[in-house]
């Protein structure tokens, strides 16, 4: 069987149908289950790779959407997004609850809940983006501003910083 059938893909193409994007999803021969995977399946450079990280807020998820060489400062998220409390990476179970995905196939849209989403502004560089369908094999190209209208996040350029060598 194909990765397109699998019922979380399907649940990312529909739902990139009703939204009215022209992404296609593209089952790869290599997985993206990290952004570095993503980016040598694609043949693309890695800040193209859109992370989509869950965090709880206070026990609330939310999702960032960061660059692939990118990390989110998860100490301005919360106020961003309008929350306040503490914010630290979502476990398994809390990802798969709050969106219906599992941990390496988090799409950015199609989520079980309606979440807070802060979208990283140096995404900007890339003309075309690659995101998460659903599986660790399926990806869908986007653009930033498609990315926003879809998700109805908020692009902020403060969210992330450089990953460094050492953290």
Do not use: W
């Amino acid at each position: 069987m194909s990765n397109l059938e699998n019922s979380s893909v399907k649940r990312v193409r529909a739902a990139l149908a009703e939204l009215g994007a022209t992404a296609e999803v593209i089952e790869l021969s290599g997985t993206a289950r990290s952004a570095q995977d993503a980016a040598d399946s694609i043949g693309t450079e890695l800040g193209s790779i859109v992370k989509t990280l869950v965090f709880s807020v206070s026990g609330q998820a939310v999702v960032a959407l960061v660059a692939g060489d990118r990390r989110c400062d998860t100490k301005i998220l919360p106020a961003l997004l309008g929350l306040q409390g503490g914010c630290k990476q979502a476990d398994a179970d809390l990802v798969r609850e709050a969106t219906g995905f599992a941990i390496g196939g988090v799409a950015p849209v199609a989520h079980e809940h309606h979440l807070p989403i802060a979208i990283d502004a140096s995404l900007e560089r890339f003309e075309i983006l690659y995101a998460a369908a659903g599986h660790p094999y399926c990806v869908f190209a986007t653009s930033l501003a498609e990315l926003e209208r879809l998700t109805g996040g908020i692009i902020n350029a403060d969210i992330s910083e450089p990953i460094t060598k050492g953290t």
